[in-house]
């Protein structure tokens, strides 16, 4: 759970999610607090997320190691 601060402070979220590895899904839903309730009830919202890792092949030493 969590509540949107700032200049418009007229939500409350809930937010859930699942990792695997690098694939990250998530959802939230934020529940509008404020007087434009009357016309918008809230917001669903999906995000996924896949993270590429960089894969080096050389390894630089630092100077402590030198």
């Known amino acids: ?7 418009n402070a ?3 979220i809930a ?3 699942y990792v695997k590895q690098s694939f990250v899904l ?9 007087k ?3 016309v918008s009830s ?7 997320k896949w993270c590429i890792q960089k894969k080096t092949s ?3 030493k630092t100077p402590r190691e030198m």
Do not use: K, P
């Open 10 to 12: 007229d939500a409350v």
């Open 26 to 34: 998530g959802y939230s839903y934020d529940i509008t607090a404020s």
């Open 58 to 60: 050389f390894y630089h």
């Open 42 to 48: 809230g917001t669903h919202e999906l995000a996924v």
């Open 1 to 7: 759970m969590g509540y949107r601060q700032g200049g």
């Open 36 to 38: 434009i309730n009357r």
């Open 15 to 17: 937010y859930l999610g």
